[in-house]
T-cell receptor, first 112, second 113 residues
Framework: GENVEQHPSTLSVQEGDSAVIKCTYS??????FPWYKQELGKRPQLIID?????GEKKDQRIAVTLNKTAKHFSLHITETQPEDSAVYFC???????????FGAGTRLFVKA | ETGVTQSPTHLIKTRGQQVTLRCSSQ?????VSWYQQALGQGPQFIFQ???????GRGNFPPRFSGLQFPNYSSELNVNALELDDSALYLC????????????FGSGTRLTVV
């Protein structure tokens, strides 16, 4: 079945450094790739998304890149801050389809 | 505009019992998807309801069932609870079964003892 793999499972960076989280997906029909941030005990919140007709998207300190040929996409956070510490989930979806498949998550620690 | 609300927030049940979880979709949304999130894992798709009909199902047994009502709110029912059913259950609403615009509720933490 469809699968999304996410790496690393844990990432620790120094405040001000960059963080990169990578995901690969198996369903070639996937055309929508959201990223969610989940703080402890809270709901997942969408932080950025990208559609398959775009290779890169940026929103302030956050950027996402997509390589459809290789079926992988990445989240880049620059100038990390302690409040960026959370679990980040990537996901892949057929967009107009009926399910969004999530990766297992990356726990990001930003050390002050 | 109201967000997605789930009830109850926490629940403790005994193995073998049945449970019903509820979700009210965001105003303007007509699609509800349910996910199970075990501790330390990503959300796993259970099923989706669109216009009161099941519109896709993940790898969950038939004892996981659901309903969607005319006001687009939804219920998740789990029969014959097992210890492994202990998890955070999330619902997400969207418009016309699109994945973009997903809005998650805060979840129901179910503990089976």
């Amino acid at each position: 079945g469809e699968n999304v793999e996410q790496h690393p499972s844990t990432l620790s960076v120094q405040e001000g450094d960059s963080a990169v989280i990578k995901c690969t997906y198996s369903d070639s029909a996937s055309n929508y790739f959201p990223w969610y941030k989940q703080e402890l005990g809270k709901r997942p919140q969408l932080i950025i998304d990208i559609r398959s007709n775009v290779g890169e998207k940026k929103d302030q300190r956050i950027a996402v890149t997509l390589n459809k040929t290789a079926k992988h996409f990445s989240l880049h956070i620059t100038e990390t801050q302690p409040e960026d510490s959370a679990v980040y989930f990537c996901a892949a979806s057929t967009g107009g389809g009926f399910k969004t498949i999530f990766g297992a998550g990356t726990r990001l620690f930003v050390k002050a | 505009e109201t967000g997605v609300t789930q009830s109850p927030t926490h629940l403790i049940k005994t193995r073998g019992q049945q449970v019903t979880l509820r979700c009210s979709s965001q105003s303007g949304h007509n699609t509800v998807s349910w996910y199970q999130q075990a501790l330390g894992q990503g959300p796993q798709f259970i099923f989706q309801y669109y216009r009161e009909e099941e519109n896709g199902r993940g790898n969950f047994p038939p004892r996981f069932s659901g309903l969607q009502f005319p006001n687009y709110s939804s219920e998740l029912n789990v029969n014959a609870l097992e210890l492994d059913d202990s998890a955070l259950y999330l619902c997400a609403s969207s418009f016309n079964d699109r994945a973009y615009g997903y809005t998650f509720g805060s979840g129901t933490r179910l503990t089976v003892v």
